[in-house]
C-alpha cells in the first residue's frame, strides 16, 4: 500500500455507541483521504484469520469473540507518511495512556474496546487493505 496508505477498523464498540461519524471526522480532519469503505461483521473465523498473527497469544480468543461480536466499518486510508501519522492520530493502545485529541482518547472504554484498529507498518496496510478490499474498491 507504499507510504501514503494504511489501513484502519472502527471496532464494534465505537460503531455500536454511533462513533462512526466522529471518528471519520477526525481523521479527515488530520489530513486523511478515505480511499476505501465498507461496514461489514466478521465471522468468528474471518476475525480468526484477521489475527492469525495473534494465534499463539493469550488474547487471541478474547480478540477474536470481541471483533465477530457486531459489525465494523473497514477502511484504507491515504496521506503522506500514513502509518506513522495514523498511529499518532489514534493513541495508545490504552485509552487512559493516549493523549488528549486522539481517536482512543475520545471514543476508546478500554484497552481491548479501543475503538480503532491501525496497521503497524506500511507491509501490514498492504496485506490489511487487501484482506478487506478488491481493486475496484478502492477510488
Same mark, same amino acid.
Given at each position: 500500500?507504499?507510504?501514503?496508505?494504511?489501513?484502519?477498523?472502527?471496532?464494534? =464498540?465505537? #460503531?455500536?455507541?454511533?462513533?462512526? /461519524?466522529? *471518528?471519520?471526522?477526525m481523521?479527515? !480532519?488530520?489530513?486523511?483521504? $478515505?480511499?476505501?469503505?465498507?461496514?461489514?461483521r466478521?465471522?468468528?473465523?474471518?476475525?480468526?484469520?484477521?489475527?492469525?498473527?495473534?494465534?499463539?497469544?493469550?488474547?487471541?480468543? =478474547?480478540? #477474536?469473540?470481541?471483533m465477530?461480536? /457486531?459489525? *465494523?466499518?473497514?477502511?484504507?486510508? !491515504?496521506?503522506?507518511?500514513? $502509518?506513522?501519522?495514523?498511529?499518532?492520530?489514534?493513541?495508545?493502545?490504552?485509552?487512559?495512556?493516549?493523549?488528549?485529541?486522539?481517536?482512543?482518547?475520545?471514543?476508546?472504554?478500554?484497552?481491548?474496546?479501543?475503538?480503532?484498529?491501525?496497521?503497524?507498518?506500511?507491509?501490514?496496510?498492504?496485506?490489511?487493505?487487501?484482506?478487506?478490499?478488491?481493486?475496484?474498491?478502492?477510488?
Open positions: 500500500m507504499a507510504e501514503n496508505k494504511t489501513f484502519t477498523m472502527i471496532k464494534p =464498540d465505537a #460503531v455500536q455507541d454511533n462513533h462512526i /461519524g466522529g *471518528i471519520i471526522q481523521m479527515e !480532519e488530520g489530513g486523511f483521504r $478515505v480511499v476505501a469503505l465498507k461496514k461489514t466478521l465471522t468468528p473465523e474471518r476475525a480468526g484469520k484477521f489475527y492469525e498473527v495473534h494465534k499463539e497469544r493469550p488474547f487471541y480468543n =478474547d480478540l #477474536v469473540r470481541y465477530s461480536s /457486531g459489525p *465494523i466499518v473497514a477502511m484504507i486510508l !491515504e496521506k503522506e507518511n500514513a $502509518v506513522a501519522d495514523f498511529r499518532k492520530l489514534i493513541g495508545a493502545t490504552n485509552p487512559a495512556q493516549a493523549e488528549e485529541g486522539t481517536i482512543r482518547k475520545k471514543y476508546a472504554k478500554s484497552v481491548e474496546a479501543n475503538a480503532v484498529h491501525g496497521s503497524d507498518s506500511d507491509e501490514n496496510a498492504q496485506i490489511e487493505g487487501d484482506f478487506f478490499f478488491g481493486e475496484d474498491e478502492r477510488f
